[in-house]
T-cell receptor, first 115, second 119 residues
Framework: AQKITQTQPGMFVQEKEAVTLDCTYD???????LFWYKQPSSGEMIFLIY??????QNATEGRYSLNFQKARKSANLVISASQLGDSAMYFC????????????FGSGTKLNVKP | DTGVSQDPRHKITKRGQNVTFRCDPI?????LYWYRQTLGQGPEFLTY????????KSRLLSDRFSAERPKGSFSTLEIQRTEQGDSAMYLC???????FGAGVRNEQFFGPGTRLTVL
């Protein structure tokens, strides 16, 4: 069975500083994809970044990067130069890349960026 | 706006009533997913369609729930005889699945959700 664990219910970061949001996962599937989504208070889930299980390099998308440690089964999201607009819920998700039938989501981390 | 849309955005109903939600995916997307999100939790998978075929249903989807995607375009999610435990945000997502394997991203694009409150 697949499972995503996010152990930080809430995080604070000072504007312009970097922050790391933790995500660990468990799966017996050898091929999988890891996704991070942002959910502002408006409710819509916004895709941020993707890491495939066989990718040799960590994914980067603008200010977002993914610290992927396959042996530890962790896929932490790093946000550099935090902005006030980054305040939101952040969800880590995993899907099987053999069929992409569903995503498994963690319980999320609420990020608050302080001015 | 060519994103995923959902209607209504909010629904308040009394216990025992039936409700129906609609989702319009991104037009060229072949897959459509329904998730349920309760307060303080991440979304939980309910069901998904490949074009018009419903390929998988979660055991969360009791007999009171039914989903359709006629003609492979928009989808509806109906809940019959609503219960207070059905109160949640119902999220719809779509994706264009071009292939499989870890090198293919296939991210899901989400709509704004329908918030259901059962009194």
């Amino acid at each position: 069975a697949q499972k995503i664990t996010q152990t930080q219910p809430g995080m604070f970061v000072q504007e312009k500083e970097a922050v790391t949001l933790d995500c660990t996962y468990d799966t017996s599937d050898p091929s999988y994809g890891l996704f991070w989504y942002k959910q502002p208070s408006s409710g819509e889930m916004i895709f941020l970044i993707y890491q495939g299980s066989y990718d040799q390099q960590n994914a980067t998308e603008g200010r977002y990067s993914l610290n992927f440690q396959k042996a530890r089964k962790s896929a932490n999201l790093v946000i550099s130069a935090s902005q006030l607009g980054d305040s939101a819920m952040y969800f880590c998700a995993m899907g099987s890349v053999n069929n992409f039938n569903k995503f498994y989501f963690g319980s999320g981390t609420k990020l608050n960026v302080k001015p | 706006d060519t994103g995923v849309s959902q209607d209504p955005r909010h629904k308040i109903t009394k216990r025992g009533q039936n409700v129906t939600f609609r989702c319009d995916p991104i037009s060229e997307h072949n897959r459509l997913y329904w998730y349920r999100q309760t307060l303080g939790q991440g979304p939980e998978f309910l069901t998904y369609f490949q074009n018009e075929a419903q390929l998988e249903k979660s055991r969360l989807l009791s007999d009171r729930f039914s989903a359709e995607r006629p003609k492979g375009s928009f989808s509806t999610l109906e809940i019959q005889r609503t219960e207070q435990g059905d109160s949640a945000m119902y999220l719809c997502a779509s994706s264009l699945v071009r292939g499989f394997g870890a090198g293919v991203r296939n991210e899901q694009f989400f709509g704004p959700g329908t918030r259901l409150t059962v009194l």
